[in-house]
């Protein structure tokens, strides 16, 4: 129930933010709005104030909305109100009035920022895990422990790095750009300082996936080798293993986080045959010498050990909240940033270099607004946030059917001096709706084959 209205809530937030911004800038351009629509289908709620003016409604179905204004191309306009027509004001009111709605979106996102950041949220301290064996973070010198300080595109200038979410955007900004990213470290109690430098231009990346994660090895933030939870009547639990004990080694392996436990679990089980693995661990003080024989399970094609415990503690947060400029500065860049970045996935996307799988649907968007809402509010206007500017971004696309396929239009007239035929019209609109088709399509069976693990 929490998803459901978490979902509902989001889309009409974002639905009547966009209308309106259509809304106030057509009736501050003189044009007569008839209807304010938040949603298709059956009308459930209605209010008019008088014949004369905007109808406004809720409708059946709220996967989207409209403004529906006064426009002789629709209906017949009486000539006393021919002036507040749409179709009558100028390609300037025009092209602002429609331009309107993806720019109410854009604004409304820096401002969810901002309250994100000045509410402030919990984010796990930019500790390094141990980086995977030959990745760039390997070859750079990052260790498990060492502690991320700061960034630099050049060297020269550094800012602070207030997080691992932090850290994660300045490496994924850099990959998505073909640029080094320098960083500034330290040892998990901020001794030791050093610079380092991730190749990432080396990699000839085209969008940041779970593979190129592995090929970069920054992932999870470190996190002690101490065992949490065991399942009762587990194999960790019968090989006498308790949520406390610290690892020390597995097979002879000298453990420093519990990322690596995850891995050697699943490891002893790549050749289908369970076999015993020589623990050692710290308990109250005593070194114990413990015999673990995983269960094999199959994970598609591959088959894994599992031995039924938590590998590890929760990451050290640390609580991440800007003042009031500095929260604003960050929201309008951070705003920007996103907006760039879902224009090259877009393109990415269209000419074959990023996967299809990217494209997220309704589902999608229902699961993490029901997963930020119990988080916290902060967490939630900052997923209210990127949605907000994938709207707008979208929007924005030349597409028939979108916002930015009317500019499209009007971008010709302005160049030729005439509208586009109403022959061409009709043919772009019917295109249109067919590339919004097999959008919608391809995003709703994204959202279902997630859902199922097929992704």
Not at 333 to 359: C, H, P, Q, Y
Request: include cysteine; charge should be neutral.
């Amino acid at each position: 129930m929490t998803t459901l209205l978490a979902f509902i809530f989001t889309l009409g937030v974002l639905i009547v933010v966009h209308e309106y911004g259509h809304y106030r800038v057509a009736v501050a351009c003189g044009v007569k709005v008839l209807r304010f629509s938040v949603g298709f289908g059956r009308v459930l709620w209605r209010r008019q104030a008088t014949p004369q003016s905007t109808e406004f409604v809720v409708s059946a179905l709220p996967l989207g909305g409209y403004v529906r204004m006064l426009d002789e191309r629709e209906g017949p306009v009486t000539p006393e109100e021919a002036h507040r027509a749409f179709n009558r004001k100028t390609l300037t009111q025009r092209t602002a009035i429609v331009a309107a709605g993806p720019l109410a979106n854009l604004i409304l996102a820096v401002l969810l920022y901002a309250g994100a950041n000045w509410i402030g949220m919990d984010e796990p301290k930019a500790l390094m895990a141990a980086p995977a064996a030959g990745s760039v973070a390997e070859r750079a010198g990052l260790a498990a422990g060492d502690w991320a300080r700061a960034w630099s595109d050049d060297g020269v200038e550094w800012q602070e790095l207030r997080s691992m979410n932090d850290l994660h955007w300045q490496v994924t900004q850099s990959v998505l750009h073909g640029t080094p990213l320098h960083l500034m470290v330290s040892d998990a109690q901020g001794h030791g300082q050093r610079r380092l430098v991730l190749d990432l231009q080396a990699l000839g990346a085209r969008e940041v996936d779970a593979a190129m994660k592995k090929r970069i090895g920054i992932g999870a933030p470190f996190s002690e080798p101490v065992l949490g939870e065991t399942k009762p009547g587990g194999p960790a639990a019968r090989a006498g293993l308790r949520a406390g004990d610290r690892v020390l080694s597995i097979d002879g392996e000298a453990i420093a986080e519990s990322g690596r436990i995850r891995e050697l679990i699943r490891a002893s089980g790549a050749d289908g045959a369970a076999r015993a693995m020589a623990w050692r661990v710290e308990r109250a003080g005593q070194v114990l010498e413990i015999a673990v024989t995983p269960n094999i399970v199959s994970e598609g094609t591959r088959t894994v050990g599992r031995i039924e415990v938590y590998p590890g503690q929760p990451p050290a947060m640390i609580k991440v909240r800007y003042g009031v400029i500095e929260g604003l500065a960050r929201a309008v860049s951070r705003t920007w940033d996103m907006s760039a970045l879902t224009l090259r996935m877009l393109g990415k996307m269209l000419v074959g270099e990023a996967s299809l799988k990217n494209l997220s649907g309704p589902l999608t968007i229902a699961d993490y607004a029901g997963q930020s809402v119990q988080l916290g509010l902060a967490y939630y206007l900052g997923f209210l946030a990127v949605v907000s500017v994938s709207l707008g971004v979208l929007n924005l696309l030349p597409l028939p059917m979108l916002d930015g396929g009317h500019l499209m239009y009007y971008l010709f007239e302005g160049v030729t001096g005439r509208p586009v035929s109403e022959l061409w019209l009709e043919r772009l609109q019917r295109g249109g709706v067919a590339i919004m088709l097999m959008m919608m399509s391809l995003a709703l069976y994204n959202d279902v084959a997630r859902l199922l693990g097929l992704h």
